[in-house]
């Protein structure tokens, strides 16, 4: 059976740029998965065109079990939405815009107020409550912004870069909700260019690259594809390196690569940190001495580069053409 989120060969042309070309996606109910790519990849365009803000050229969706093209507006009753920016209302207080959102929903006024308080418990915003909303840093904003996403508390939730902008303690402070969120249920795909930010938070990874997902798994599965576990050594004479270079190729699963210039040499392993003590033992035994030895294991920015053939980008991405102040596309050069 289809996840709590679900996608089938999501096509979507702006002009002739083709920022979706076949996006497949199946997300089980009460997990996460992290959308992963860099600008331009397609990331953007997918959460628009599965949150019914964009229709699709072709291909079919399903979020909750409902039919994103048939039934859009039952698809909006069941979803959160956070985008790249904050959407909030600078002129009003934390509370009014919670509550806002809460009468947008057809809330009574009461439910909406009890339910701002609420959120603003849990997000950390009861001392800024009644300030105007662009009194707020950065990090305020962003939690009030994802705090108006759950005023209904959705079943299925879609981030677009949430922690794009915010510094270190803001994004761990963000991601702690975050966690809290799933474990209470909800389905959550997130985007992002953060690649810490999926290693912490998501169950499956899918990178996406060019409109198309090029790899589907999670993090570790994604991980074991670039090769494994790496020792290096660097030695502290320059005249140790070939012996180092011999040693290393011994307990190593392939050549040892050498950088003569910066005296380090690599090779690729399998056995971990019991093999690592070997070699130390084995270079102490020929007389090489080391200003630095380590186990190197592959992280998601080498799985990254390893598919995509570029390291990830920072920044914001919106996919799609620019608009003029109309909303209508202006024409964007292809990426």
Same mark, same amino acid.
């Given at each position: ?21 076949? /996006?497949?996606?199946?997300? #089980? ?26 229709? #699709? ?41 919670? @509550?806002?959102?809460? @009468? ?67 994004? @761990? ?19 992002? @260019? ?5 290693? +912490? ?34 030695? +502290? ?29 690599? /090779?690729? /392993? ?66």
């Amino acid at each position: 059976m289809p996840g709590a989120i679900y996608a089938e060969g999501l096509v979507k042309t702006f002009g002739d740029v083709r920022a979706l070309d076949g /996006v497949d996606l199946d997300v #089980p109910e009460g997990t996460v998965l992290g959308l992963l790519g860099p600008n331009g990849a397609g990331k953007t365009t997918t959460v628009r065109c599965l949150t019914t803000l964009l229709r #699709p050229d072709s291909g079919t969706a399903a979020v909750a079990g409902i039919d994103v093209l048939k039934q859009p507006n039952e698809v909006r009753r069941a979803i959160g939405l956070s985008g790249q920016f904050a959407a909030v209302d600078e002129y009003l207080t934390g509370r009014e815009n919670l @509550q806002m959102v809460g @009468q947008l929903y057809q809330m009574r006024a009461r439910a909406a107020k009890a339910r701002a308080a609420e959120l603003l418990e849990q997000f950390h915003l009861s001392d800024a409550a009644d300030r105007p909303t662009k009194t707020y840093s950065g990090g305020m904003r962003r939690r009030l912004d994802l705090a108006a996403a759950l005023v209904v508390s959705p079943p299925v939730m879609f981030m677009d870069e949430p922690t794009t902008g915010l510094d270190p303690r803001n994004r @761990q402070e963000l991601w702690e909700v975050i966690k809290q969120l799933v474990a209470g249920g909800t389905t959550l795909l997130l985007t992002t @260019q953060y690649l810490e930010e999926a290693d +912490h938070l998501a169950h499956d990874i899918a990178v996406v690259d060019h409109g198309r997902v090029i790899a589907r798994g999670t993090s570790d599965q994604l991980k074991a594809r670039t090769g494994g576990e790496r020792v290096e050594v660097v030695v +502290h004479e320059r005249e140790h390196i070939g012996t180092a270079s011999e040693v290393l190729a011994a307990f190593g699963k392939g050549p040892a690569s050498v950088e003569t210039h910066t005296r380090k040499i690599t /090779v690729p /392993v399998t056995g971990g940190a019991k093999l690592l003590a070997e070699i130390i033992r084995e270079l102490d035994v020929r007389g090489v001495e080391l200003d630095d030895v380590g186990l190197r294991r592959p992280t998601l920015d080498d799985v990254f580069l390893s598919l995509t053939g570029h390291v990830a980008e920072g920044g914001n991405e919106t996919d799609g053409p620019a608009r003029d102040a109309g909303g209508r596309p202006e024409k964007e050069a292809v990426k």
